[in-house]
């Protein structure tokens, strides 16, 4: 059987993205022109355009007119398969992280809701920590995130310890064991209050995830809501081989949801 070979313009666009994640290159430099790019890996001008065509209609580069092209500051990674700290990633991608608290309350489960008390399996008397943060990334927003966390597993919790890594509240000040969670991922308009917090456009494209986490057992700790700008972060899943159907690792899929 003979092996399909790529085009050359998709070869080049993976040389070129492993060019920028080598460090040559930083958020903000001027980017090879499609003649330096010709030179350097020995493809045509056209090549070359095509190539670095894509990478701007990617996000990965910036043409700006009259003045040439240039590297965009980096999106974050959400890795659905395993559960990592806003601050660890942030701080992993050389960006500098922080987080203001809009919100942290104390209510009983009933004022949540039936979708919460459902959720985290809790009775309407139980005992709730409200949280809503702003995280940011170099001083602009990316997410915004509403909370509500079972109070029983977290004595103790106020809003000073909130201002960081709650990930690292539960695992290192409260040896809380997270064994995971259940996502849904769903692609919305941002509006109102949440695009005035995020500083983007009314109806700018965002990525809300309702989520579930879990202690050992499977005990709901935490439901939330997270909402992120869609340019700001790039969700990545690694798949195995094809088994029986099931959703992918971390992500439930709703195709049956009216929008």
């Known amino acids: 059987m003979t092996r ?19 460090g040559e290159f930083k958020a903000g430099d001027k980017f090879p ?17 095509k190539a670095v065509s894509n990478l701007v209609a ?3 580069l910036e043409f700006k ?12 990674d959400y890795d659905l398969a395993a559960l990592v700290s806003f601050t660890d990633k942030a701080a992993a991608a050389g960006k500098q ?21 459902g959720a985290l399996r809790i009775q309407p008397q139980d005992e709730l920590f409200y949280l809503e943060r702003l995280r940011l990334t170099d001083g602009t927003p990316v997410i915004v995130e509403r909370r509500h966390i079972v109070a029983h597993f977290c004595a103790g919790l106020n809003k000073s310890a909130v201002k960081g890594s709650l990930y690292a509240v539960w695992t290192e000040q409260l040896k809380l064991k997270i064994a995971g969670a259940d996502q849904v991922i769903r ?3 941002i509006r109102g209050e949440d695009a005035r ?4 456009a ?28 869609g340019d700001a972060y790039e969700f990545h899943n690694r798949l195995g081989p094809i088994q029986a159907a099931r959703p992918a690792a971390g992500v439930l899929l709703d195709l049956n949801r009216k929008q």
């Not at 790529?6 to 994640?21: M, T, V, W």
């Not at 917090?197 to 983007?200: F, G």
Request: charge should be positive; aromatic fraction near 6%; hydrophobic fraction near 45%.
């Open 202 to 229: 009314e109806g700018t494209a965002g990525l809300l995830v309702t989520s579930v986490g879990y202690l050992g057992g499977g005990v709901p700790l935490w439901r939330e809501l997270t909402l992120y700008r």
């Open 197 to 200: 917090l995020l500083r983007v």
């Open 4 to 22: 399909t070979q790529h085009p050359i313009y998709s070869q080049l666009n993976d040389k070129l993205r492993a060019l920028l994640r080598g």
């Open 187 to 189: 692609a919305v308009a």
């Open 65 to 76: 007119k009259g003045v040439g092209t240039f590297v965009r500051g980096g999106a974050l």
């Open 97 to 117: 992280p922080a987080t203001r608290v809009l919100r942290f309350a104390t209510m009983r489960a009933a004022q949540a809701g039936a979708e919460v008390l």
């Open 33 to 49: 022109t499609e003649r330096e790019i010709g030179e350097r890996f020995g493809v045509s001008r056209v090549t070359a355009n």
């Open 58 to 60: 990617e996000g990965v």
